[in-house]
């Protein structure tokens, strides 16, 4: 995903797609400790993901905050 791409999606879209990728790591966790995991670079892929999209959903955040004031 790239962060271009995720802005342009809506904030509930973002939030949806956030609790998704949250499950998918823990999903990646737990085949890692039974070592049943096939590509284990996918767990990094998944935890910057998770993190481009609380940096986008926390600058919408601040955006909200600096119109309100």
């Known amino acids: 995903m790239k962060a271009r791409e995720l802005r342009a999606q809506t904030t509930p879209e973002l939030r949806q797609q956030l609790e998704k990728l949250r ?8 085949q ?7 590509n284990p670079s996918r767990l990094t892929e998944v935890k910057r ?7 986008i959903l ?12």
Do not use: G, H, V, Y
């Not at 499950?23 to 737990?30: G, H, I, V």
């Not at 890692?32 to 096939?38: C, F, G, R, Y």
């Not at 601040?62 to 004031?69: K, L, T, Y």
């Open 32 to 38: 890692l400790t039974t070592k049943q995991l096939a």
């Open 49 to 55: 993901d998770i993190a481009r999209l609380q940096t």
């Open 23 to 30: 499950e998918q790591l823990f999903r990646l966790r737990f």
């Open 58 to 69: 926390r600058e919408r955040e601040w955006a909200a905050e600096a119109e309100e004031s």
